[in-house]
């Protein structure tokens, strides 16, 4: 089956510093890769998504890159803000099947 | 998108009891799931609910412990039964329409004394 590895598992960087958390998995046939956002005592969030046929995908300060060939996807977080502090998810699946496989999680501090 | 309440969203329940967690999509949706949260881990898949017929189990997870119904495409019901305190954790509902899409519930904390 498909196995999903995330790091780091903690990542503390200064307010308006970039975050990048990096995502790599095992199945070539996975074509859809999300990212969700957990603040605490909340369920996760859907943040951005990429699907196989692109590379990159921005939605203002965060951005996700695939790179198939090597099977690792990332997501960037620029100018960072305090309440970008959470719990982030990476997430594989294939075409077909809506079951994803979760990375392990990277808590994400941002301090002030 | 889809937006998923759960009810009750926290309780502390003794243990040998069983409690039922409730999952409300505002729309229709393919695909419902439930899943385990320790705290501080990820997510761990317990089941797919099918509408209309049993749910899928992971390995792990049985139907007389977790027992599961989903009786139409916006609606789900968890049971955790005879529960002990290592039942202890965050149960989330999610759905997901014709993408791969999926969408959380805010969750619920279950605490078993």
């Known amino acids: 089956g498909e196995n999903v590895e995330q790091h780091p598992s903690t990542l503390s960087v200064q307010e308006g510093d970039s975050a990048v958390i990096k995502c790599t998995y095992s199945d070539s046939a996975s074509n859809y890769f999300p990212w969700y956002k957990q603040e605490l005592g909340k369920g996760p969030q859907l943040i951005i998504d990429i699907r196989s046929n692109v590379g990159e995908k921005k939605d203002q300060r965060i951005a996700v890159t695939l790179n198939k060939t090597a099977k690792h996807f990332s997501l960037h977080i620029t100018e960072t803000q305090p309440e970008d502090s959470a719990v982030y998810f990476c997430a594989a699946s294939k075409g077909g099947s809506y079951i994803p496989t979760f990375g392990r999680g990277t808590s994400l501090i941002v301090h002030p | 998108s889809a937006v998923i309440s759960q009810k009750p969203s926290r309780d502390i329940c003794q243990r040998g009891t069983s409690l039922t967690i409730q999952c409300q999509v505002d729309?229709?949706?393919?695909?419902m799931f439930w899943y385990r949260q320790q705290p501080g881990q990820s997510l761990t898949l317990i089941a797919t609910?099918?509408?209309?017929?049993?749910?899928?189990?992971e390995s792990g997870f049985v139907i007389d412990k977790f027992p599961i119904s989903r009786p139409n495409l916006t609606f789900s019901t968890l049971t955790v039964s005879n529960m002990s305190p290592e039942d202890s954790s965050i149960y989330l509902c999610?759905?997901?329409?014709?993408?791969?899409?999926?969408?959380f519930g805010p969750g619920t904390r279950l605490l078993v004394l």
């Open positions: 609910a099918n509408q209309g017929s049993e749910a899928t189990y």
């Open positions: 999610s759905g997901g329409a014709e993408t791969e899409t999926q969408y």
């Open positions: 729309s229709q949706v393919t695909m």
